[in-house]
T-cell receptor, first 111, second 114 residues
């Protein structure tokens, strides 16, 4: 069953702006992961945040996790045209190591 | 490190034929491999989980006789779409895992059934 659910919005931003997208889930998780997918390609792992963590940074990426609200956000700062892609959150559910993917957010960065 | 390949990257076949897709972990041994399918502009849906040397575990609604999975070694898993029909046309993605919480994804295989 689908676990993570991003807000179903497509973002179109200017290069240099920040992009924020959200993800919500329904059950207890071990961790939450964000992936990027360029059109017609495989997934690139961006960042993993564990259930006992609240915030994590990796380069221009900032991820937050609120387990009380069962939600996460991904912030891309100072966006670049190369950041144009679809972004998915995926949750690893407690009890197994399978991933449940959200619907995805399409981000377009205009140069 | 942790590279996963898929072959072929795309395939076109006639309705009724079977198609085999390979997933290989190139520089690590994968205890578990996963198969997903993705329809255009949609998310990834897990089809099955495959452990080396044992039968695959299929997700609810996925026909195991339709989608045959073989995980004969720690570096290779295959997905065979049997008697393919146009509705099986999709993007199939595998991932490989050598430990919990980390899956490495292949580049995907686009299947088009005419």
């Amino acid at each position: 069953s689908q676990q993570g659910e991003e807000d179903p919005q497509a973002l179109s931003i200017q290069e240099g702006e920040n992009a924020t997208m959200n993800c919500s889930y329904k059950t207890s998780i071990n961790n939450l992961q964000w992936y990027r997918q360029n059109s017609g390609r495989g997934l690139v792992h961006l960042i993993l945040i564990r259930s006992n963590e609240r915030e994590k940074h990796s380069g221009r990426l900032r991820v937050t996790l609120d387990t009380s609200k069962k939600s996460s956000s991904l912030l891309i700062t100072a966006s670049r045209a190369a950041d144009t892609a679809s972004y998915f959150c995926a949750t690893e559910i407690v009890g197994n190591n399978r991933l449940a993917f959200g619907k995805g957010n399409q981000v377009v960065v205009i140069p | 490190g942790a590279v996963v390949s898929q072959h072929p990257s795309w395939v076109i076949c006639k309705s009724g034929t079977s198609v085999k897709i390979e997933c290989r972990s190139l520089d690590f041994q994968a205890t578990t491999m996963f198969w997903y399918r993705q329809f255009p502009k949609q998310s990834l849906m897990l089809m099955a989980t495959s452990n080396e040397g044992s039968k695959a575990t299929y997700e609810q609604g996925v026909e195991k006789d339709k989608f045959l999975i073989n995980h004969a070694s720690l570096t290779l898993s295959t997905l065979t779409v049997t008697s393919a029909h146009p509705e099986d046309s999709s993007f199939y993605i595998c991932s490989a895992s050598m430990r919990r919480d980390t899956q490495y994804f292949g580049p995907g295989t686009r299947l088009t059934v005419l």
